[in-house]
């Protein structure tokens, strides 16, 4: 099966890191949605900037959340005939090149849902802000 790939960025006070993670993003994905949630700064601006014919950046009014943000997000990727969504966040946290591991079990069939682990490479929780360290730490997902 050939899938239609979308990433879902949603973004709040990203101007510092959303376009390297726009230009992060490989080429075999087909739409590229990054949700500014009423971001005070620059970020859709810069977002738009990136000139890269994949990204469509949808503007939020009022702040909605990240939820608020997803949802728009998954709704627009699904309105575009996308088959399988990504959530990135807009920090530079998650490493795009991990896209095509994270999304091979969906493509085959052999999950319905898939969700990266941060927290298995040292180096990657090392970079991770402490509350969010502490809440992954917390919350903890079993792998089947």
Do not use: W
């Not at 969700?115 to 919350?139: H, I, Q, Y």
Request: hydrophobic letters at 45%; a positive charge.
């Amino acid at each position: 099966m050939s899938a239609k790939l979308g990433v879902v960025i949603p973004s709040f006070r990203a101007e510092a890191t959303i376009a390297d993670v726009l230009r992060a993003i490989p080429a075999n994905v087909a739409h590229v949605l990054v949700v500014d949630d009423a971001s005070p700064d620059r970020t859709a601006q810069l977002a738009e900037a990136v000139a890269d014919p994949r990204v469509r950046v949808i503007r939020h009014e009022k702040n909605r959340g990240v939820g608020g943000a997803m949802k728009a997000g998954y709704l627009a990727a699904l309105q575009a005939g996308c088959d399988v969504i990504v959530k990135m966040d807009a920090d530079g946290q998650m490493d795009a090149a991990h896209l095509a591991e994270l999304v091979r079990p969906l493509v085959r069939g052999e999950a319905g849902y898939a969700k990266g682990n941060r927290l298995t490479s040292l180096d990657a929780s090392r970079a991770m802000p402490r509350r969010r360290l502490l809440g992954n730490l917390f919350v903890r997902t079993e792998t089947t």
